[in-house]
Structure formats: structure tokens, C-alpha cells
């Protein structure tokens, strides 16, 4: 099993731990930044990763893999090739994360969530509201990075290759933005 320090290594050599003063995904600050697709941009380095997501579930019959676009899609894709079996993504439709494209959870299917990072966990769970509604059977959930130092719970158990503990602001309590720093909005989400 590859080790937090093998994983964070990774995300060095490709460039993907950044500094600065980011908007992140949840509308919360941050001085650090992890862009996963500077590390997915490289499919030994996805591949690795992901292998290494698979093997924490090797034993749990997994049926389908979903996660959620985009990073979910590369994640998904090559955990399931792991574990020889599907791999589906959930996106929004009017603002609300759904499955689309004829993708489907069987009533009582082993499902196994990925995602790439998470900070309060909030897309992980709409997916599993998919699950839920699908009536799936949620069999774990599968992080590249929990940036919420594992306060993010889920319900499941959960494996993160790598727990940070970086720290996160309200924008009205910004000690960046009280010092006047530019701001770097990271992330699709408006």
C-alpha cells in the first residue's frame, strides 16, 4: 500500500499542490490549492493513484464505480478497470447532480463513490443521494484527497489516499482578503 507521503510526492512532481489565495469549489478561502488535474494530466500517475484506490476495496464484490464529473469520470473509470466492472459518472441537470447518457444503479447494486478532493464533501453527497434514490447499496467511498483532515463524514466508510489539514476561511473572515491578496478562483463551478 502506498503510503501519504508516496501520494503527496505525486502531486509535487506535477505541480499540483499550489500557494496563493484560492476561491475553492465550496465558496470557502484557502492559501493552498490542490489542481488534481495537474496530476490526472498523466495517465501512469492516475492509474497508479487509482490502483491504489481499488486495492482498499479489493474484497467488497463492487458491482459499478460513479463518481462525479469531471475529476470523478478519470477516477471511476480506472478504479472499475481495476475491479473489472462498470464505471458511471454522475453531472448536474438544472442544478441538480443526477445520472444521465441511459447510465443506471440496479436496485441492491454494490456501489463504490469516487472522488478526487473534497473539502466539506458536499458533491460526494448528492452522489449518494443518487445511490439512495437508485437504491443502490453504498459500499465505500474513495478519495484522492480529504482536504477536511477527515472531518467529512459520509455515513460509509471512507479511504482518502491523502488527509490534509489546510486551513480554510469564510470570505468575510479572510485574512488574505483583509490583506488585500488577489484572489485565484480554481475549479469549473460558478
Not at 2 to 17: D, N, T
Not at 91 to 105: A, S, V
Not at 117 to 139: D, N, P
Not at 149 to 163: Q, T
Request: glycine share 10%; with cysteine; aromatic share 6%.
Amino acid at each position: 500500500m502506498l503510503k501519504q507521503e508516496e501520494i503527496l510526492e505525486i502531486f509535487k512532481k506535477s505541480g499540483a499542490l499550489m500557494e496563493g489565495h484560492f476561491k475553492l469549489t465550496s465558496g470557502l478561502h484557502s492559501r493552498h490549492y490542490v489542481e488534481k488535474f495537474q496530476v490526472l494530466q498523466w495517465p501512469k500517475y492516475t492509474e497508479s493513484l487509482c490502483k491504489e484506490i481499488a486495492k482498499r476495496f479489493n474484497n467488497d464484490n463492487i458491482q459499478v464505480v460513479v463518481g462525479p464529473v469531471t475529476g470523478g469520470i478519470l477516477l471511476a473509470h480506472e478504479v472499475a478497470k481495476e475491479l473489472g466492472t462498470r464505471a458511471i459518472f454522475t453531472e448536474r441537470e438544472e442544478g441538480k447532480m443526477t445520472l444521465r447518457r441511459g447510465f443506471f444503479i440496479n436496485p441492491g447494486e454494490k456501489v463504490r463513490i469516487v472522488e478526487d478532493i473534497i473539502t466539506t464533501g458536499g458533491s460526494v453527497m448528492e452522489v449518494i443521494e443518487v445511490v439512495k434514490a437508485h437504491k443502490g447499496t453504498l459500499a465505500g467511498v474513495g478519495l484522492l484527497v480529504d482536504r477536511s483532515n477527515g472531518k467529512a463524514e459520509f455515513g460509509v466508510r471512507k479511504e482518502a489516499l491523502a488527509v490534509l489539514d489546510i486551513k480554510t476561511y469564510d470570505p468575510s473572515k479572510c485574512p488574505m482578503c483583509e490583506k488585500g491578496v488577489p484572489l485565484t478562483k480554481r475549479g469549473s463551478r460558478k
